[in-house]
């Protein structure tokens, strides 16, 4: 008696760890820059339950910047970051299976003084113009290719450039210490309502260069492995992150909740970065590969391997959309 005692007890603890091992709810750990404008999706996935709702977890990790958050997926300290799909397709032609989830396409510009004479990119020789992001960065490569295409000149050679942080560009530019500042999208909708005025966006230099100004260049990225492994708990994220921004696209009251994390210091920051944040959310569906390439042979030509690596052309597998 004692025996069989024993061996259901056993028999039962061991149903009781599978159920526990079967019923856990899987987690996501994404790493993004602490302060970031990701930030404002990600809260609306946790206040609104969207990832329990779909079965998952997400663990939001805030990093100090974008380097410590690729480090910490190349580590496996993260499942998920966010960043723009050229380094995926770098870091694939480099043996890296990462692969891309459309996220936002909002990009920035240049921003002018309110008094600027400026009127085209041309009017700017000679002048300072501070730059977010480094020599490297998206927007002034594409900005540069669109003066020489369409003003003959070349603002590499015919203005000083000063890189910094964003935050540092954004203060400086608002002290009226440079003449022109390219910044990431969300600092720029902060200086047009401080009084600055966009000279011309990167959406509009990109379309003249004949590159999509609907394509999305942020996104999640994943390894490989994980959509290969569980491609419905990727779905599931893909369909929290759709969620969210249907909400944000529409209810004004989610982006009342909002604004303290937004940080916006006045009621004209709040409504352009509401405004700037729903303008850039991608249209549901695949990524148009055409239109990838295009840009990836133009911002190839223009930084070669200082920028896609060992990638001449774009890698195949690079665009997923898990549910479109």
Known sequence: MRAATALLGAFLAVV????AAFSETPTIRIAVLKFG???????????????????FSLDIKGMAGGPAAR?????GEA?????DWLWVARQRAAGKDYVFIPYSKS??????????????????????IGIAGGPLDKS????????SKMHGIDLKNETEQVFGAPPLIFKTALSGDLDGAINYWHFTAKMEAGGMRKLISTSDAAEAL???????????VIDGKLLRDNPGLVENFTGASRAAKAILAEDDGEWDRLRDVMKAKSDGQFEA?????????????????DSARRMFNLMSELAGEELVGKATELPDGIFVNPGS
């Open 16 to 19: 009781a760890s599978c159920a």
């Open 37 to 55: 404008t990701v930030n404002w999706e990600l809260n609306t996935i946790k206040f609104h339950q969207l990832d329990a709702e779909r079965g």
């Open 71 to 75: 480090v910490a997926l190349q580590g």
């Open 79 to 83: 499942d998920m970051i966010v960043a």
């Open 107 to 128: 990009v920035g510009g240049l921003m002018i003084p309110a008094d600027s004479k400026a009127t085209t990119l041309a009017d700017l020789a000679g002048s300072k």
């Open 140 to 147: 002034w490569l594409i900005l540069n290719a669109y003066a």
């Open 210 to 220: 004949g590159l999509d100004p609907d394509m999305p260049l942020l996104g999640y």
């Open 273 to 289: 970065l509401k405004a700037g944040f729903r303008a850039g959310i991608p249209a549901a569906g695949p990524v148009d590969e």
